[in-house]
């Protein structure tokens, strides 16, 4: 959040409230006049678990997703509770029907032990596998499918509605420019 709007890194805790407002990437404010793009809305929520139920409200008003996971941290227990978090965010409905554009920027690949995007897609891949089977249990005991349901065979993010990819960033170092190209190549 701070690092697009201001350019620099200031380190943070986790929130329990969401930043919202409308800004210029830090950077555009010094192109030439008349090329400075229109300031785009910009909505960071926290990842808190006592914040996700508030979230589908705020996904219904989306046209792009960024969804930040620490690279450098893949144990287990992480990589298990993000790909649960994350199979919530693709199962939304208003993601799904819209077919919102959806990038994961794996941070913080400045740290040595940080894994590359394509790793990190493997990983959440094979973890998705995983609860795309024990929801389709769970979906047959239920009346409305998600898109996870829908699909054949076992799981690939190539399957979803959304146009889903993986790229890698740091915000300690302000290597963020995938995540604005992607913010503004779908907003402008």
């Known amino acids: 959040w701070l690092q697009l709007q201001f350019g620099k890194f200031t380190p943070t805790y986790s929130s329990m409230k969401e930043n919202d407002r409308a800004f210029i990437f830090s950077g555009e404010e010094n192109l030439p006049k008349g090329k400075t793009p229109a300031p785009v809305r910009v909505l960071d929520f926290p990842g808190h678990d006592r914040l996700r139920s508030h979230l589908s409200e705020l996904l219904a008003q989306t046209r792009a997703l960024v969804f930040v996971v620490?690279?450098?941290?893949?144990?287990?227990?992480?990589?298990?509770?993000?790909?649960?978090?994350?199979?919530?965010?693709?199962?939304?409905?208003?993601?799904?029907?819209?077919r919102i554009p959806v990038l994961i920027a794996c941070n913080k690949k400045d740290v040595t032990t940080a894994i590359g995007a394509k790793q990190m897609d493997l990983l959440l891949t094979a973890e998705m596998k995983k609860l795309q089977v024990t929801k389709k249990s769970d979906l047959d005991r239920e009346a409305e499918p998600d898109c996870f349901s829908r699909i054949t065979g076992k799981f690939s993010f190539d399957q979803l509605p959304n146009?889903?990819?993986?790229?890698?960033?740091?915000?300690?170092?302000?290597?963020?420019?995938?995540?604005?190209?992607?913010?503004?190549?779908?907003v402008g």
């Open 70 to 98: 620490d690279s450098a941290n893949t144990d287990t227990a992480t990589i298990r509770t993000t790909a649960q978090v994350l199979y919530d965010v693709l199962s939304n409905k208003h993601l799904m029907a819209s």
């Open 163 to 186: 146009n889903v990819t993986f790229e890698q960033c740091s915000v300690k170092d302000g290597q963020v420019s995938s995540i604005t190209r992607f913010i503004r190549g779908i």
